[in-house]
């Protein structure tokens, strides 16, 4: 059964997560390096806006804003494309549209420039982008063929709240300490926060992006050492929901075996593997998922979808049993 798809239309926020086929570890160190720099290059042809990762043996986490659609000019695009292509694509590119132009074919160059610009600022274009780009060159390298991906990425859609945004992040974060690869998040190599914590800039960049949104700030004003502390708070487990920006009441949720843990015991709650990160259509408050659940396609039958699960984690609340949609939340 294919998990659902919530978009929207406009800027939206998410939580992407895609794993190897055949239950395969191919992504070891020099992999990840290669990874990362391709998502990193579909990123910024796309515009999307990536704020932290975990990339793991056999599978990767994305938090990512996508913006909504604007005009890119040539000029702009010219530059996406260098990002993505890289120098010696990107001049055999320009030779070939300036063969066109010399033939008087620039509708064709136009055509292609169309075609272009209708991949970006899209989830799931950013997302074919690099898993296509990724698997050819790995084929390439190690003489394999077919994809390599186990189907389709999941994506959840995420409130902008700093419950929302910064509760995955932290979850994301945590995925190589859940696993045993790292004692501590800030020392997981292929991570956001920890490779800002071990200086790597976009990373750092990145991450001072989403603290800015969370509190209303503007991402050039935002230090790194701003949002190593949020990171901090969050991944150890000092940030309740009452203090959060939106402020709030501390929930219970309940762990796997139905022991109560307190929102407040953030750290606790993040390192149990959570359904709601991963499957569902959407998270964030109950508030958030009435909004997207109007924007719902109404099924004939007259049976109602089941919108909401009954668990609320740190005042969030997930969407299960939904069908892929755009929505306007």
Known sequence: MRRPRVKVEGEGFY???????????????????????????????????????????????????????????????????????GPVKFNAVLKKWARWTKRNQEDRVEDEKTRMRARMYDLSQFCKTFKEAYTQDYNKRHENTGTIWEGRFKSILLE???????????????????????????????TGYGAGCQGDAKSRAGLQGLVARVYGAKAEETTWKRAQEVCADVVGGHV????????GDDVVETDSKGRPVRAGSLKALLAMRSAGFVHGGALGSAAFLKRVAGSFPKRKRSKSDALFDRCPFLALSSATGVRETTCSA
């Open 15 to 85: 939580h992407v997560v895609s794993r190897i086929g055949g239950k395969r570890f191919l992504i070891d160190e020099k992999e990840k390096a290669i990874l990362l720099g391709m998502i990193r290059g579909a990123a910024e042809f796309s515009g999307v806006e990536l704020y932290t990762f975990a990339i793991m043996s056999n599978h990767f986490h994305l938090l990512v804003r996508v913006p909504r659609k604007r005009e890119v000019s040539d000029k702009e695009l010219e530059k996406r494309m260098l990002s993505l292509y």
């Open 240 to 247: 309740s929901v009452a203090s959060t920006p939106e402020g």
């Open 160 to 190: 902008g709240s700093f419950r929302a945004l910064m509760t995955v992040a932290g979850y994301v974060h945590l995925n190589p300490v859940r696993a045993a690869m790292a004692d501590a998040p800030e020392d997981a190599k292929w």
